[in-house]
């Protein structure tokens, strides 16, 4: 149906959602064999490198902990039916149960079960990654509904020494500076938080691959907070190249796009993010960094401070499928994905070729004429084409960027872009 390469040539998105329904199933955690197969899925596409991180190892405050797999769940009733399955769903299963083989009665398995009153259709996704326990998630109709039986409960998992494993690609560039684009892949079946992060990274990567790039871009696919926090603990040499970089969450719902900023604020990457959801005219919002959300938290702690905002379109929490059954494929559009991505790649345009120039004739205005550069007719009002030559004239001192100039201006990049082309071309302008 799709070519491995599709993913950031189609342009309906529908080989990223692809992507993610090939994914919806795996049953993730932060660490397990459900990562690995993420990540080999991944590999169809580009060509990650894994790394495997064992059991134990102390990363910054955390260690990394037991690996988790499972192979079965269910609980049945006295006439044998699995009332809940697994199979039916990996949701079902609290993420990191310990072992279990019990019978008990309702009252006792009703300790055990975990259900969201306001959404009583959807079975809602929890964790205990660090506390040791064991649990089950159902649909709060489910739950109300169930009779008084013994229940033959089971969770077929297995806690125990060996790896989590992330991946990574880098894509170098003309320069050793890196831009850091990272997605959290420890979700089970949950396909906004975070497959649809994955599917645009994915793309990305593919759209960046076979191009001139002025930085290097490093992609990592970690389990969430862990993964990052053991990346970054064990790529300490690797942090200072990083100048820019986007976290992708929550981008294939069909919300309007959400920019968080790094915790620097201002950072050039949030000037971009900014400029270009302002220029495309649509709805968007800029929201303030902030110690919560996804692994923008680690880059930025304090100690590491990196540029790094984090990009989604409706915000974890703020929509009502967010963590539970019913963030779906069908939750996730293509047409939003290919949404984030076109804007992904619309911010990166900005970041490569932000650069300064310098006006070589400042003294008074250059006789554009004399260039072939003015096209107007007196009386008539300049278009953005000959505004974006008299402000970047105007503007470069050798203080201004090319985003400076764009955001002082309002102009489109790409018609700056064109104008700065022509002034170089002319020798009117010069690269600092
Ligand atoms: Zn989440």
Known sequence: MFEADDLSSDLSGRAMHHLVSELFPICRSITGNGLRQTLRKIQDY??????????????????????????????KSSAGDRIVDLRASN???????????VRLSLAELKKYLFSDPDHPDCVPYRTSYYSPTWGFCVAHNQLV????????????????????????????????DEVLIS???????????????????????????????????????????????????????????????????????????????SRRGEAEIDRAWVYTLQ??????????????????RQYCS??????????????????????????????????ALRDSLDRAIATIDVIENNVTYVNQKPMGEPKLGDYGLYSGIGGTSADDYQMALLWLLNMSDGTASLLDIAERSGLPWDILKQAAVALTSADLLMRQ
């Open 302 to 335: 304090p100690g590491i401070n990196l540029s790094v905002g984090c990009f989604m379109r409706t915000p974890h929490g703020k929509f009502p499928e967010y963590h539970t059954s019913a963030d779906n494929v069908s939750f996730v559009k293509p047409a």
């Open 91 to 101: 949701l079902h299963v609290v993420s990191y149960s310990v072992p279990v083989h």
């Open 279 to 296: 220029q495309s005219g649509d709805p968007f919002t800029v929201v303030p960094f902030s110690p919560f959300g996804y692994d923008e």
């Open 145 to 176: 509904s169930l009779q008084e039986d013994e229940y033959e409960v089971c969770i077929d998992s297995v806690l125990e020494p060996g790896h989590l494993t992330y991946g990574q690609l880098r894509l170098a560039g003309n320069s050793a």
């Open 183 to 261: 997605c959290h892949i420890c979700h089970p079946s949950l396909a906004n938080d975070n497959l649809s992060g994955i599917a645009v990274a994915a793309a990305l990567a593919q759209y960046l691959r076979n191009r001139d790039l002025r930085y290097s871009y490093r992609f990592l696919f970690v389990p969430g907070t862990i993964g990052s926090i053991a990346w970054l603990a064990l790529n300490q040499a690797a942090i200072g190249s990083i100048k820019h970089g986007f976290v992708l969450t929550c981008v294939g719902d069909a919300g309007a796009p959400t920019y968080k900023r």
């Open 46 to 75: 580009i060509p990650l490198t894994t790394c495997e991180v064992p059991s134990g190892l102390k990363v910054f405050d955390w260690t990394i902990p037991a690996e988790w797999n499972i192979r079965d769940a269910y609980i």
